[in-house]
């Protein structure tokens, strides 16, 4: 069975430029949004509970993504403040 679980990346003042979250292995990253005033993933998580380190990039509105990460894959745009702060995810994977 599966289920959908809540990670909490951080407000905008904790948030870095990467950030690792212990993730099972099987977790799909469904989306991402504001949640009182913090940046939240939602996975979808099967039955293993193996964790994994799972690196997400966070990027401000023209910042260049560094040549490295060009298999980034995008999962959404945040923005804080009514807009005054404005970030996007993109998920790097699992940290070999």
């Known amino acids: 069975m599966k289920t959908v679980h809540k990670f909490v990346l951080g407000s905008p003042g904790d948030l870095r430029p990467r950030t690792t979250l212990q993730m099972p292995t099987d977790a799909k990253i469904l989306s991402a949004q504001v949640q009182d005033g913090k ?12 964790k994994a380190e799972r690196q997400i990039l966070a990027l401000v509105t023209g910042e260049k993504l560094p040549v490295m990460e060009d298999d980034a894959v995008f999962i959404s745009t945040l923005q804080f403040a009514d807009g005054a702060f404005v970030i996007h995810l993109f998920d790097l994977g699992e940290t070999p």
């Open 39 to 50: 940046a939240v993933l939602w996975a979808l998580v099967g039955t293993r509970w193996w």
